[in-house]
């Protein structure tokens, strides 16, 4: 088995996005958008592109520039959530809307958009339209999402089905679309690129469920933030959401309700909850269930063996990360 | 010679847009963007595409789903201006986040601008290349003339020449580019398609300067808005530009500066400096240059005289407009 190189392949990935030209004028509209792209992160979505296509076909580095829509994609997404969130920090450095204003935020994040669209134009032209019509399927999706989002906060009730739909749509759908991709740039068939579409899909879902674990059971150093955040702003989480499922949910309703209660003695007593409804485990079974979903799809993929297990491990390691 | 039908043509278009299927979830996401389509306008964007298509094939009404990818886009620069601008109305309703919110205008604009490109799918595969590449570099002079017209608000000094390069960006080349695809999908070579984007982008540069002549000279009634809005709002427009102009600019410079004249005396004033520096004239030779260089190029373009005499006499029209 030839081997699949991370560290050249988020190389390859991070010096095409250097050599991207946004020194361009004018600067205000510009300058922004290098600065977002610059921020980093770990190029998760152009990654399992790759690493599709890598199961398909040893040649993986020619999804390179294809699978940088995606990426760009993402950070188009992340400027306009944090102006819509009011974010001040992404990446614990000042968030676009902050350093500049809401109106270049805005207007960087649509040239971040069309930039996403341009580097669509880098698919080989014998699957271009299946993957622009499921790339444009993929973002009404994430905007779904994040309206949805918005709209759950103004909610009282949530339901955990309308949850688990919220972070399909808003996240999943993308890692979904970013290994379909990768497949077909591989020159897999439609039904094994959709098999690779439903496995990463499945593990965004235990990303996401995983995420909203680590902020209550996450080692505070290892995770980088404060442990509780999400419990201290009433985050409608899918622990949260799961604690208030139970029948004697008064407590809990009256905790998250209540302005006057202190940090420590709010995480406390939702902690207390948490422990008495099981929600740790809950939340453990429901992320292992996408999780193994995920896995058993992978299994009926027909490629190589002994890259599927590879697959496998990595998504493995993700999914034990403690960040 | 077969006739164009305007009639039919702004009758066809605005049934598809009906037909667009915005009655998805969250409504709170899409009732936005069917609200703003429905608003109306002339749709002369795709009407510019279908004229263009005619003059290379008679079968002009095939270019009605791909050019709606114009309007629509254009829909969604008017949903994120009126954001920027702080509009609070549009073709006399209220805008997007006015009506609803901020966020949810920020989002209804970027699905907007998704559905454009999903209607650029309906492109004919030979031509979709050049066209998507053509569209996404006008995407981006798009965005980019929004933001000179931003910053130009914010300076003191703008010269005429930074003043029609914005006017280009933010306004004409849209109007080029539905020429160009127009022609395009007429089968006109790249030579004739390109022939086409300079007549229109022509077109919309006098019809930009003839926007700011009629604020000024235009007939109240007809023009629908009040006369003197640019000049009380102190507008940087091609009138005022060209004042600043001249040497003795230092009572113009007093009046726009300041803020407690009144507003007829403010308008009368400035009227004054106009007549005394002959600036209605110098626009309208302005305007006359880029109309007659547009006939220039279109009389080049190998198609049907009277064709091309029937697109000319439409210009004409257009251009004697008081509203």
Redesign the interface.
Known sequence: MIPFDFNEATTKLNAEITALNFD???Q??YHPVRYFLDLGGKRMRPLLSLLSCYLFDNEYIKATKASLAIEIFHNFTLI?DD??DNAPLRRGKPTVHEKWNR??A??A???T??EA??HL?YLPNEIR?DV??RF?KT??EV??G???D??FELREEVSIEEYIEMIRLKTAVLLGFSMYMGAKIGNATEIEANKMYEVALNIGLAFQIKDDYLDVYGDAKKFGKQVGGDILSDKKTFLLLSALKSKNNTDLKNIIGNKNTSSNEKINKVLAIYEKENIKHITEIEMKKYFDKAIEILKTVSADESKKSFISQYFNDLMTRET
């Open positions: 361009k004028k004018p205000e509209l306009h102006i819509m109106n270049i805005l207007l994040g649509d040239i958009l069309i669209y341009e134009e339209k622009v019509k444009n973002a009404f905007c779904e994040q309206q949805f918005m709209n």
